[in-house]
């Protein structure tokens, strides 16, 4: 069954510092890893999409990771700011055949940024 | 603007009413999706359809139906509403054969059923 495990669940830091997010998944076989933002009320938005080869990949302050070996990936947020609060979701994409592919969430880390 | 669009961002409905939610999308995306975000605000698909497959969650009540007018519009069609369908409802679209790249969701539908 393919999962993808997230933590911590909910995070609290003050803006300013750094902080990473895991994601561990059993998922096969794999096609993608991607990280979204989801502002509260918002719908999840991209930050990073990841393929087998790709070992890190930034967008701004955001950087993941994938160790596709272990199987986990990380989301490291630098400089934290007021708007990073959010929940932050991982979201595994295994290939199924002829062009399609199926997609699995994680359950999220809410990071809460204080000031 | 290029986004994939929900109306209406809220809903509030009493038991037993039949709903929709619209959903619309403008990036020229072959598959849309529909979603549903419980208070513990985990993402479960629902549906994907695109104009050669409907794919159903079996977990999903058959109270819950996607009708889709043409490619760029997949309305998700809700009958007997219960309590328990209250809940964050996102649509989503993605081009097929790109292993979900270019996926984009909708800013979601509130529903809350009293």
């Known amino acids: 069954k393919n999962q993808v495990e997230q933590s911590p669940q909910s995070l609290i830091i003050l803006e300013g510092k750094n902080c990473t997010l895991q994601?561990?998944?059993?998922?096969?076989?794999?096609?993608?890893l991607r990280w979204y933002k989801q502002d509260t009320g918002r719908g999840p938005v991209s930050l990073t999409i990841?393929?087998?080869?790709?070992n890190t990949k930034s967008n701004g302050r955001y950087t993941a990771t994938l160790d596709a070996d272990t199987k986990q990936s990380s989301l490291h947020i630098t400089a934290s700011q007021l708007s990073d609060s959010a929940s932050y979701i991982c979201?595994?994409?295994?290939?199924?055949?002829?062009?399609?592919?199926?997609?699995?969430f994680g359950k999220g880390t809410k990071l809460s940024v204080i000031p | 603007d290029t986004a994939v669009s929900q109306t209406p961002k809220y809903l509030v409905t009493q038991m037993g009413n039949d709903k929709s939610i619209k959903c619309e999308q403008n990036?020229?995306?072959?598959?849309m999706y529909w979603y549903k975000q419980d208070s513990k605000k985990f993402l479960k698909i629902m549906f994907s359809?695109?104009?050669?497959?409907?794919?159903i969650n079996e977990t999903v009540p058959n109270r819950f139906s996607p009708k889709s007018p043409d490619k760029a519009h997949l309305n998700l069609h809700i009958n007997s509403l219960e309590l328990g369908d209250s809940a964050v409802y996102f649509c989503?679209?993605?081009?097929?054969?790109?292993?979900?790249?270019?996926?984009?969701f909708g800013s979601g539908t509130r529903l809350t059923v009293v």
């Open positions: 989503a679209s993605s081009r097929t054969g790109q292993a979900g790249y270019g996926y984009t």
């Open positions: 994601c561990n998944y059993t998922v096969s076989p794999f096609s993608n």
């Open positions: 990841m393929t087998f080869s790709e």
């Open positions: 979201v595994v994409s295994a290939t199924s055949g002829a062009g399609s592919y199926q997609l699995t």
């Open positions: 990036l020229g995306h072959d598959t």
């Open positions: 359809y695109n104009n050669k497959e409907l794919i």
